[in-house]
């Protein structure tokens, strides 16, 4: 197992733009008052196949209800829940 890379103590004379070549060739660790930062490039993270094909069927549903009449839709869900769907011959509550 890899050792974890001594932290680097982040003081206001510390500018991250000398740091990103370090970056480059390891993360690195930034610590201030007890807390670390983790410092890595970014191409390092990828978005897997599965997000992506998330993020597709996120965009291809927007706007797909755009064409449904909102108050007809809202007057049959009222119509729906007076009607019921429970069976009448069902108990309320399992005993």
């Not at 597709?56 to 869900?77: C, F, H, K, M, R």
């Amino acid at each position: 197992m890899a050792a974890e890379p001594k932290p680097i103590h982040v003081t206001p004379d510390i500018h991250v733009v000398d740091l990103l070549p370090k970056a480059d060739k390891a993360p690195l660790v930034l610590e201030q008052n007890g807390v670390r930062y983790r410092l890595s490039r970014a191409d390092e993270v990828a978005a897997d196949e599965e997000d992506a094909e998330k993020i597709q069927a996120t965009l291809d549903a927007i706007g797909s209800w755009s064409d449904l009449d909102a108050d007809a839709l809202i007057e049959q869900v009222y119509r729906w829940r007076a009607e019921g769907s429970r069976p009448t011959d069902r108990p309320s509550w399992p005993t």
